[in-house]
Nanobody
Framework: QVQLVESGGGLVQAGGSLRLSCTAS????????MGWFRQAPGKEREFVGS????????YYADSVKGRFTISRDNAKNTVYLQMNSLKPEDTAVYYC????????????????WGQGTQVTVSS
């Protein structure tokens, strides 16, 4: 099984930036599409974006398109979420997840999840 650990969350002012990391252990994730999700208090978990196994394709929710960028470094077994122009409504716990079917361009079914990292954006 693959274990995922998110890091990089914290408190930032509106308009600021953060970069989240998701580091995998136990197995390489270099052949898995990966995704980022978030869950705000009292709300359902929502999709933020995903990246293909090769890193060649990315997909984003409309709410973050143009502000967030997903990338990956397969040599480091790590996926990143660069968040710019943050807004208070981006406040949430952010989770990364892996689609454990190899060589997917677009993740469809996530089999492993991290424990999440808190992002708080103050106005």
């Amino acid at each position: 099984q693959v274990q995922l650990v998110e890091s990089g969350g914290g408190l930032v002012q509106a308009g600021g930036s953060l970069r989240l990391s998701c580091t995998a252990s136990g197995r390489t994730v270099s052949t898995y599409a990966m995704g980022w999700f978030r869950q705000a208090p009292g709300k359902e978990r929502e999709f933020v974006g995903s990246i293909s196994w090769s890193g060649g394709s990315t997909y984003y929710a409309d709410s973050v398109k143009g502000r967030f960028t997903i990338s990956r470094d397969n040599a480091k077994n790590t996926v990143y979420l660069q968040m710019n122009s943050l807004k208070p409504e981006d406040t949430a716990v952010y989770y990364c997840a892996a689609d454990l079917t190899r060589y997917r361009v677009r993740a469809t079914k996530y089999g492993s999840w991290g424990q999440g990292t808190q992002v708080t954006v103050s106005s």
